[in-house]
């Protein structure tokens, strides 16, 4: 599926944790780092982004004192500028996606980054990210979509 941008620019990509280059597989075991850029024209009002995961891997839910603790909190840019949750409202992890949400986004550049973990082996076609503002659905944005492959464990 190719991106749209109705309003809201869109993109998402996938490394392995520790890397720099953009992959479309991991292995059994693997953290994944997902990081999605939002690029807004406007300020917005009531806006929610839904990042979906491929079916292989599991978000790492921070908030969990069963989650792994090591490097595991989820990190907002705005334009190079590191920020905690400011602009979110509420970010959700769910089995399938990662769901943030904001009464207000100011114009700008924003880069939303978590990890997944890697855990069952095939190949998976990967949902499109998708944004939009909750009363103005017209003001829309989806990302490309794509494939990532989990291999089997290094023995």
């Not at 720099?20 to 009531?46: H, M, N």
């Not at 890697?118 to 998976?124: C, D, H, L, R, S």
């Amino acid at each position: 599926m190719q991106a749209a941008s109705r309003g809201l620019t869109l993109s998402r990509q996938y490394r392995l944790q520790g890397s720099d280059e953009t992959t479309t597989s991991a292995r059994v075991g693997d953290l994944v780092k997902v990081e999605v850029t939002l690029i807004a024209p406007a300020d917005l009002d009531f806006i929610v982004l839904e990042d979906y995961v491929p079916a292989g891997l599991e978000p790492i839910d921070p908030n969990l004192e069963t989650a792994q603790q090591t490097d595991t909190d989820a990190e907002f840019e705005r334009e190079g500028v590191r920020y905690g949750s400011v602009w979110w409202a509420d970010v959700q992890y769910r089995d399938d996606r990662v769901v943030l949400s904001a009464d207000y986004v100011p114009a700008g550049t924003y880069t939303f980054t978590y990890l997944a973990r890697a855990t069952v082996e095939g190949v998976y076609n990967v949902i499109p990210t998708t944004a939009r503002e909750f009363y103005l659905p017209e003001v829309y944005g989806r990302a490309a979509g794509a494939q990532f492959t989990v291999q089997p464990a290094e023995e």
